[in-house]
């Protein structure tokens, strides 16, 4: 059904094509981000996932409108979903507009382990294993060493749950003993003993 709030959008759609055949990455860029917030505030959470996924997926779109939309996402509305269920849908739509994009590296990886910690606390770390065990995050190279160390060892930890050793193992060794080595990393290098142990 067609309604005002579709019509806004559309006409926002408009001048997001507009702006986006002329290059004019600011102005796209606060579009893109509006499209979301206003579809965030009027409660329409299926279509703000699905105008992400759009705006992310369309052909020729520039870096900065979806950086922003994915950061507005992820930091700002996230915490604001009402349910848990809206939680797992948004961290499913997340992770489908960062992946494969170098640039969105990080806030792939954050959306991953995310999801993987809510299944953990719903019961289902068997599900959450599957999932951050086909990551290989050590070939991400805009992470920092202390994000992929903790991601590592979340990967550990899951994989030690189900008692899979051998995976374990080959997962630990993906951390080297210079980057537990540094500075502000002690709390992960016990960590990591503990779980070698």
């Known amino acids: 059904m067609w309604t005002d709030f579709l019509e806004q959008i559309n006409d926002m759609m408009i001048e997001e094509k507009a702006a986006r055949q002329v290059s004019d990455h600011v102005k796209l860029a606060e579009i893109c981000t509006r499209i979301i917030q206003i579809s965030f505030d009027k409660n329409e959470l299926t279509k703000m996932r699905e105008f992400l996924l759009v705006l992310c997926k369309r052909r020729g779109q520039a870096k900065k409108p979806v950086v922003e939309m994915v950061a507005l996402c992820q930091n700002t509305l996230f915490p604001k979903l009402p349910t848990r269920n809206e939680k ?3 961290l499913e ?3 489908e507009a960062c992946e494969g994009k170098m640039f969105l590296e990080k806030e792939y990886a954050s959306a991953t382990k995310t ?3 809510y299944l953990e606390a719903d019961g289902k770390a068997e599900e959450g294993t599957k999932i951050i065990q086909e990551i290989q995050i050590e070939t991400y190279g805009s992470l920092e060493t202390k994000d ?6 979340y990967q550990m ?3 030690l749950m189900r008692k899979d050793f051998v995976r374990c193992q080959i997962l630990s060794r993906k951390i080297s003993k ?3 080595s540094e500075v502000g990393l002690e709390a992960l290098k016990i960590q990591y003993f503990l779980f070698m142990i």
């Open 88 to 90: 797992y849908k948004m």
């Open 93 to 95: 739509a997340l992770r």
């Open 115 to 117: 999801l993987c910690e």
């Open 148 to 153: 992929k160390v903790e991601f590592i060892l």
């Open 157 to 159: 930890k899951l994989v």
């Open 178 to 180: 210079r980057h537990l």
